[in-house]
């Protein structure tokens, strides 16, 4: 990613922030797993977003103070001692290379400068990233520094800043949305690597491998969640991701998987037979998924609302029931259709923007509609990932084979 891009989403950040104010920014830290061992890091992604940089406690300050802009970045000094254990820090060069911000300070500064901030200007409002899914989760470090700042800064108001980037973040430029081609592209490659070694009697973790392999290959160093290879019956719960099961022959396997590409993520859902051949049962069901999945892509175009595609998806899942007899009525479908068909794809897997508002060109979105249906020991998911356009939409993953026919024809080699 080019620095400017990160230059440009600071540019819109700020337009929309009021005078005299200072937006914080935290690129977070690794929680620890057991013992001296941390889980693997993660750059919070609207640091990210703002920055390009994924290294560990870094701070990012921007303020407007009468109208002018100033950006300043704190890094970790330089650590000669751990650079032997761990590796070199960031270094102040490398810091502005990649952020396009010139004032890169050291961390142990950080609070000097907040103070001096509020003691020499009328700061107004502090801008954080309060951005909380659970009422009972534990406080991010964006938290418990409001509560700090409540008390020693009474005068300063803070806001959050989360709205702001939630909705920068869901329009996506032509940069991002390469980043995902290639988490795709990769993805792609890895489906067809682990289908054409995949056969019945193998554990569904062995078939993850295949995919697994060449993800790492592509230079992948995260995938964008933990692997479904749902077999059989697994295949119903929507979010198993054990695989630790024998596949057996006559049985489907359903992978939702994705590679991450410069933290942008692919998020494909497709269903194989494991020997190769649907039975007309299966490629009956199979058939009813994949016409509300087509038809719902169809939908999409600016203006439509977002609420309006899983509308469709049940439409036509319904009558596909109905017409097989395993259902009377539409309102019956929950039985078998648990689950919204959409969600916005990005930095984050489930990527941050409304599912309340209109589609709008640039959004990028999942389709994948679905029928689980215990008693016969089916799953099926088919899932793309699809670009709004200007006059309509862009599948993204269209060369994934989808359709039964050539899925059998892709086993049958």
Same mark, same amino acid.
């Given at each position: 990613?080019? $620095?400017?891009?990160?230059?440009?989403?600071? $540019?819109?950040?700020?337009?929309? #922030?009021?005078?005299?104010? @200072?937006? @914080?920014?935290?690129?977070?830290?690794?929680?620890?797993?057991?013992?001296?061992?941390?889980?693997?890091?993660?750059?919070?992604?609207?640091?990210?977003?703002?920055?390009?940089?994924?290294?560990?406690?870094?701070?990012?300050?921007?303020?407007?103070?009468?109208?002018? #802009?100033?950006?300043?970045?704190?890094?970790?000094?330089?650590?000669?001692?751990?650079?032997?254990?761990?590796?070199?820090?960031?270094?102040?060069?490398?810091?502005?290379?990649?952020?396009?911000?010139? *004032?890169?300070?050291?961390?142990?500064?950080?609070?000097?400068?907040?103070?001096?901030?509020?003691?020499?200007?009328?700061?107004?409002?502090?801008?954080? *990233?309060?951005?909380?899914? *659970?009422?009972?989760?534990?406080?991010?470090?964006?938290?418990?520094?409001?509560?700090?700042?409540?008390?020693?800064?009474?005068?300063?108001?803070?806001?959050?800043?989360?709205?702001?980037?939630?909705?920068?973040?869901?329009?996506?430029?032509?940069?991002? #949305?390469?980043?995902?081609?290639?988490?795709?592209?990769?993805? &792609?490659?890895? @489906?067809?690597?682990?289908?054409?070694?995949?056969?019945?009697?193998?554990?569904?973790?062995?078939?993850?491998?295949?995919?697994?392999?060449?993800?790492?290959?592509?230079?992948?160093?995260?995938?964008?969640?933990?692997? @479904?290879?749902?077999?059989?019956?697994?295949?119903?719960?929507?979010?198993y991701s054990q695989n630790n099961t024998k596949t057996k022959d006559g049985d489907?396997?359903?992978?939702?998987?994705?590679?991450?590409?410069?933290?942008?993520?692919?998020?494909?859902?497709?269903?194989?037979?494991?020997?190769?051949?649907?039975?007309?049962?299966?490629?009956?069901?199979?058939?009813?998924?994949?016409?509300?999945?087509?038809?719902?892509?169809?939908?999409? $175009?600016?203006? #439509?609302?977002?609420?309006?595609?899983?509308? %469709?998806?049940?439409?036509?899942?319904?009558?596909?029931?109905?017409?097989?007899?395993?259902?009377?009525?539409?309102?019956?479908?929950?039985?078998?259709?648990? &689950?919204?068909?959409? &969600?916005?794809?990005?930095?984050?897997?489930?990527?941050?923007?409304?599912?309340?508002?209109?589609?709008?060109?640039?959004?990028?979105?999942?389709?994948?509609?679905?029928?689980? %249906?215990?008693?016969?020991?089916?799953? %099926?998911? %088919?899932? *793309?990932?699809?670009?709004?356009?200007?006059?309509?939409?862009?599948?993204?993953?269209?060369?994934?084979?989808?359709?039964?026919?050539?899925?059998?024809?892709?086993?049958?080699?």
């Open positions: 990613m080019k $620095k400017e891009f990160f230059a440009t989403n600071r $540019k819109k950040v700020m337009e929309q #922030v009021e005078d005299n104010s @200072i937006v @914080i920014l935290f690129a977070g830290e690794a929680p620890q797993k057991s013992a001296d061992e941390a889980y693997q890091f993660t750059p919070n992604r609207n640091f990210y977003y703002l920055t390009g940089i994924s290294r560990e406690k870094m701070i990012l300050m921007l303020t407007k103070i009468n109208n002018k #802009v100033e950006e300043t970045l704190f890094i970790e000094k330089s650590d000669p001692v751990l650079a032997k254990w761990i590796g070199e820090r960031m270094s102040s060069e490398e810091a502005k290379e990649l952020s396009g911000i010139a *004032d890169i300070q050291y961390l142990e500064d950080f609070e000097a400068k907040c103070n001096r901030l509020v003691l020499t200007y009328d700061m107004q409002n502090a801008y954080l *990233d309060l951005e909380r899914r *659970d009422y009972n989760s534990l406080l991010t470090k964006a938290q418990s520094f409001a509560g700090e700042i409540n008390g020693k800064y009474p005068s300063l108001r803070v806001k959050n800043i989360y709205n702001v980037l939630f909705n920068l973040r869901a329009v996506k430029t032509e940069e991002e #949305v390469e980043n995902i081609r290639k988490a795709i592209e990769i993805t &792609h490659n890895g @489906i067809k690597n682990a289908v054409s070694n995949m056969k019945p009697g193998m554990v569904e973790y062995e078939i993850e491998a295949y995919f697994d392999f060449t993800l790492k290959c592509s230079g992948v160093t995260d995938k964008a969640f933990n692997t @479904i290879a749902a077999s059989g019956a697994n295949a119903t719960v929507l979010h489907l396997i359903l992978f939702d998987l994705g590679a991450q590409w410069n933290y942008y993520n692919g998020d494909i859902s497709r269903t194989f037979p494991l020997n190769g051949k649907f039975t007309e049962r299966q490629k009956e069901i199979y058939n009813i998924v994949l016409k509300a999945q087509l038809a719902t892509i169809e939908a999409i $175009k600016p203006g #439509v609302p977002f609420t309006r595609l899983n509308e %469709i998806t049940r439409e036509v899942l319904a009558e596909g029931l109905i017409g097989l007899g395993i259902i009377k009525e539409s309102s019956e479908l929950s039985k078998y259709y648990y &689950h919204g068909v959409s &969600h916005h794809l990005g930095l984050d897997t489930h990527d941050v923007g409304s599912r309340e508002a209109e589609l709008q060109p640039g959004m990028l979105l999942t389709v994948e509609p679905g029928l689980y %249906i215990p008693e016969e020991n089916i799953g %099926i998911r %088919i899932e *793309d990932d699809v670009l709004v356009t200007e006059n309509g939409n862009e599948n993204l993953s269209k060369d994934i084979m989808k359709t039964v026919e050539e899925i059998e024809a892709f086993m049958s080699k």
